[in-house]
């Protein structure tokens, strides 16, 4: 499973002030009690209503800080999610791609209280509610894809969340970016199909994948949950389901715009 990468940004703290919110995501969704000024241009776009959000407390990183880290090399601090409480702690070392990863476990956690996952893709959406769903190791052709595909609203080229919408699924963008000029969307979208990404030579074109290993491909770009939600039973029944319902195609695809866009609408017509 994946924990991810921050946007390639570089902000500078800014004084906290208090109870930033709540953002919606999916049915859920989350208080900022401290915060960088500059993310509100950037998150606005996910202020919401919803029912019952948790809390996100960023506090400095101490000695005896304990939790789960933020980040795969483990620099950037650690978290710790209280069940009774509803209160997510992040102990951070103070700069923004701290803060930035503790925003990406929030919206993982209400990803997950949702009934979804937050997953490390690229999301994708035509005509208000037909999206595709693009997976992809880091540097594997997300933010490229997302660039190429010119009839498409990029909702995120980093992290999508995924959602359970009726006897289907849906896709909702969230704010984290990485190397693609398109800004984030907070647009949810049917899910019609998933794309595993393979970069080619030849013209781009889709072909089947056995659901066993889209199941495979897919849980390697799932974020981890909280120790305290995460369920690995659960997990692999959100995960398989997914798969089962919308399926998922291997995209094969070379930096050229007007066919991979072509290929993509194709796609997208033919759910």
């Not at 919110?21 to 776009?45: A, I, K, M, Y």
């Not at 019609?192 to 897919?218: D, V």
């Amino acid at each position: 499973m994946h924990r991810g990468e921050v946007p390639r940004r570089r902000l500078r703290m800014l004084p906290a002030t208090p109870l930033l919110g709540p953002f919606q995501v999916g049915s859920s969704g989350f208080t900022v009690e401290s915060r960088n000024d500059l993310f509100l241009p950037w998150l606005s776009p996910w202020l919401g209503t919803p029912p019952d959000p948790f809390s996100v407390a960023l506090l400095p990183r101490g000695q005896h800080s304990r939790g789960l880290p933020l980040d795969e090399e483990g620099t950037q601090g650690c978290y710790q999610w209280t069940p009774s409480s509803r209160r997510l702690e992040c102990f951070i070392e103070g700069s923004a791609r701290s803060v930035w990863s503790s925003l990406r476990v929030a919206f993982n956690v209400a990803t997950w209280l949702s009934g979804g996952l937050l997953v490390h893709g690229a999301g994708l959406c035509r005509d208000g509610d037909k999206g595709l769903l693009a997976l992809a190791p880091s540097e594997g052709g997300k933010s490229t894809l997302s660039e190429l595909a010119a009839s498409f609203t990029c909702l995120s080229d980093e992290t999508v969340s995924v959602l359970p919408r009726g006897d289907s699924f849906c896709i909702q963008g969230t704010p984290f970016r990485s190397t693609s000029p398109k800004v984030p969307s907070n647009i949810r979208t049917a899910l019609r199909a998933i794309l595993l990404l393979e970069k080619a030579t030849g013209p781009a074109r889709h072909l089947k994948c056995h659901p066993g290993q889209a199941l495979s491909r897919f849980l390697q770009q799932v974020y981890q949950p909280p120790i305290e939600l995460y369920s690995t039973a659960e997990l692999l029944r959100r995960s398989s389901a997914l798969i089962n319902c919308i399926g998922a195609v291997r995209f094969l695809f070379r930096k050229a715009a007007a066919e991979t866009d072509q290929e993509l609408n194709a796609l997208v017509d033919a759910k």
